[in-house]
């Protein structure tokens, strides 16, 4: 298992012990994935494919006025879950912008 992998099993088991074949079934399909800082993981208008959890680093979903103002609604740091789930899960265009502020590294699954 990678030590990512064993980031997201230790959080979820602090909240809700899995048994052997529950983790299994959960921990498929997760993917690493490495992001530099100040990069764009969903932009506006695109529709979130992934559910991110964070491992290392940190990002922010933001609004951006058409005025150029932004406002940021939420950050996200390890360990936590992340993305702009709105999108993710009624699979619509993104209103929000979902960026690192550090290099991180998250997991990420469809």
């Known amino acids: 298992m990678t030590p990512e992998l064993h980031s997201l099993r230790d959080f979820i088991q602090a909240a809700l012990p899995l048994s052997p074949a529950a983790w299994v079934a959960l921990a498929e399909g997760w993917e690493v994935y490495r992001a530099e800082r100040k990069e764009i993981l969903t932009a506006v208008g695109q529709t979130e494919r992934y559910l991110y959890f964070v491992v290392e680093g940190a990002q922010r979903v933001y609004f ?5 103002k932004e406002a940021t609604l939420i950050f996200t740091y390890a360990p936590s879950f992340g993305g702009v789930l709105d999108s993710f899960l009624r699979q619509r265009p ?8 550090t290099p991180s590294v998250l997991l990420r699954i469809p």
Request: aromatic fraction near 16%.
């Open 64 to 68: 951006q006025a058409p005025t150029g």
């Open 94 to 101: 993104s209103a929000y912008t979902y960026e690192t502020l």
